[in-house]
């Protein structure tokens, strides 16, 4: 498809140059520049771009010059970290009864040694029209989301959303009451050496049955079932995708036991045991994380009491070696925490690989905690909104052009 566009563009550009106006004759614009030109504009003007030509629309849309504008769009550690906060639950899909969510920005210098810092809306940022979503999975400037039972993903940069077709099975979850206890579960990931994004969708039935769907992200995707034959378990999270792998943190009716690790090219799944006493019995509270570009669990459950918290990291992927650090926190900065009523709750990870911690749903006043792991730093961050949140999800870095379709 690049190659096409690029031999485009040199035809259109050589019969350009063929125009003279007086003795003067346009030069030609090497394609590599062209792209490189685009992939620094803002994604509006990219938007309008696209009416030009068939040409332009069909540069804009290449998946070449999306992963271009990606790379060159990632945020520096001193550009604002964004973060969406729903302060509404919605039961049975009540549109009527939704409380808008908002999309919160925050600006930290790398030199700042303040200890208290402000979220303030982000009024240029419009999320999904739809509010109160549920499920929440961000990947390379995506957003993966459930709505009243169906599964869309949306592009905040390009205001594009698509619905995913429904996986057809016969344990579906339906709101047919909690005894059968059936759920769907969402998870995105991304391939790079293919550069191809896919959705996993696990359907659980209580402990009876559980079945693993793939979907790719492409023209004519489809939902295709991946065998699976280990004992049922329900899936805990939003789960991470690194290098290929997306990570989901598991639950065996009795603790949680395992992380199932999908890679995205073979579509193959395993599943690694959680080291011995790696997970206390608050182990719902416990953050399953990404650090230094590995999966992570970081208990904190004990920092009120004690001040110290635990990192088990994932060292080698696939081989399910795990490796243990310990944190004590400053003696200075117990007061953030002694006074919490209630269990905290990992949110994700920030810039510089911050623990983002906040209090149980709508729990006031609002605000969040940030646990720098590498300088075994906590501040603490104020939401401006009276109300209290129900959902916090940090966004990465990225920002996508990519175009959606099936």
Same mark, same amino acid.
């Given at each position: 498809m690049v190659k096409y566009l690029s031999i485009q563009w040199k035809k259109r550009s050589s019969s350009k140059a063929m125009m003279r106006r007086g003795d003067f004759v346009a030069p030609e614009i090497p394609f590599d520049l062209v792209m490189e030109i685009l992939s620094r504009l803002p994604a509006k003007s990219l938007m309008r771009f696209r009416c030009v030509s068939k040409l332009w629309s069909g540069l804009i849309r290449s998946r070449y010059l999306s992963n271009l504008y990606l790379t060159n769009k990632v945020s520096s550690s001193g550009e604002p970290l964004f973060l969406y906060i729903s302060y509404n639950f919605v039961p049975h899909c009540k549109l009527d009864s939704m409380d808008p969510s908002q999309l919160l920005s925050l600006t930290v210098s790398p030199a700042s040694d303040s200890a208290e810092l402000s979220l303030e809306p982000d009024s240029d940022f419009r999320l999904m029209e739809t509010m109160g979503v549920q499920g929440m999975v961000i990947l390379r400037g995506l957003i993966l989301y459930t709505f009243c039972g169906k599964a869309y993903i949306y592009n905040p940069t390009t205001r594009q959303s698509l619905n995913l077709p429904a996986v057809n099975t016969n344990i579906f979850a339906q709101q047919e009451g909690f005894q059968r206890y059936k759920r769907v579960c969402y998870f995105f990931g991304h391939d790079p050496v293919l550069d191809q994004y896919k959705i996993v969708c696990n359907v659980f039935e209580r402990w009876t049955s559980s079945e693993f769907w793939v979907f790719?992200?492409?023209?004519?995707?489809?939902?295709? /079932?991946?065998?699976?034959?280990? *004992?049922?378990?329900?899936?805990?999270? *939003? &789960?991470?995708?690194?290098? &290929?792998?997306?990570?989901?943190?598991?639950?065996?009716?009795?603790?949680?036991?395992?992380?199932?690790?999908?890679? =995205?090219?073979?579509?193959?799944? /395993? =599943?690694?045991?959680?080291?011995?006493?790696?997970?206390?019995?608050?182990? *719902?509270?416990?953050?399953?994380?990404?650090?230094?570009?590995?999966?992570?669990?970081?208990? #904190?459950?004990?920092?009120?009491? @004690?001040?110290?918290?635990?990192?088990?990291?994932?060292?080698?992927?696939?081989?399910? @070696?795990?490796?243990?650090?310990?944190?004590?926190?400053?003696?200075?900065?117990?007061?953030? =925490?002694?006074?919490?009523?209630?269990?905290?709750?990992? #949110? &994700?990870?920030? *810039?510089?690989?911050?623990?983002?911690?906040?209090? &149980?749903?709508?729990?006031?006043?609002?605000?969040?905690?940030?646990?720098?792991?590498?300088?075994?730093?906590?501040?603490? =961050?104020?939401?401006?909104?009276?109300?209290?949140?129900?959902?916090?999800k940090a966004m990465d870095k990225y920002e996508s052009i990519m175009h959606l379709e099936t």
């Amino acid at each position: 498809m690049v190659k096409y566009l690029s031999i485009q563009w040199k035809k259109r550009s050589s019969s350009k140059a063929m125009m003279r106006r007086g003795d003067f004759v346009a030069p030609e614009i090497p394609f590599d520049l062209v792209m490189e030109i685009l992939s620094r504009l803002p994604a509006k003007s990219l938007m309008r771009f696209r009416c030009v030509s068939k040409l332009w629309s069909g540069l804009i849309r290449s998946r070449y010059l999306s992963n271009l504008y990606l790379t060159n769009k990632v945020s520096s550690s001193g550009e604002p970290l964004f973060l969406y906060i729903s302060y509404n639950f919605v039961p049975h899909c009540k549109l009527d009864s939704m409380d808008p969510s908002q999309l919160l920005s925050l600006t930290v210098s790398p030199a700042s040694d303040s200890a208290e810092l402000s979220l303030e809306p982000d009024s240029d940022f419009r999320l999904m029209e739809t509010m109160g979503v549920q499920g929440m999975v961000i990947l390379r400037g995506l957003i993966l989301y459930t709505f009243c039972g169906k599964a869309y993903i949306y592009n905040p940069t390009t205001r594009q959303s698509l619905n995913l077709p429904a996986v057809n099975t016969n344990i579906f979850a339906q709101q047919e009451g909690f005894q059968r206890y059936k759920r769907v579960c969402y998870f995105f990931g991304h391939d790079p050496v293919l550069d191809q994004y896919k959705i996993v969708c696990n359907v659980f039935e209580r402990w009876t049955s559980s079945e693993f769907w793939v979907f790719v992200l492409e023209p004519g995707g489809f939902w295709k /079932r991946i065998e699976y034959d280990d *004992q049922p378990r329900t899936l805990f999270g *939003q &789960g991470l995708c690194i290098n &290929g792998v997306i990570y989901c943190w598991a639950f065996n009716q009795i603790c949680f036991d395992a992380v199932y690790c999908f890679d =995205v090219r073979s579509e193959k799944l /395993r =599943v690694i045991k959680t080291p011995p006493h790696a997970v206390s019995e608050y182990g *719902q509270l416990v953050g399953f994380i990404e650090h230094g570009g590995k999966p992570a669990l970081f208990d #904190h459950t004990r920092i009120k009491e @004690t001040g110290v918290s635990e990192l088990w990291v994932l060292e080698d992927g696939l081989g399910g @070696t795990w490796s243990r650090k310990s944190f004590v926190l400053k003696p200075c900065q117990r007061h953030l =925490v002694r006074d919490i009523n209630m269990g905290l709750m990992v #949110h &994700g990870t920030g *810039q510089n690989n911050e623990v983002i911690l906040g209090l &149980g749903l709508f729990s006031r006043p609002c605000y969040l905690l940030y646990y720098d792991l590498i300088k075994n730093d906590l501040r603490k =961050v104020n939401i401006n909104r009276e109300k209290p949140y129900q959902f916090v999800k940090a966004m990465d870095k990225y920002e996508s052009i990519m175009h959606l379709e099936t």
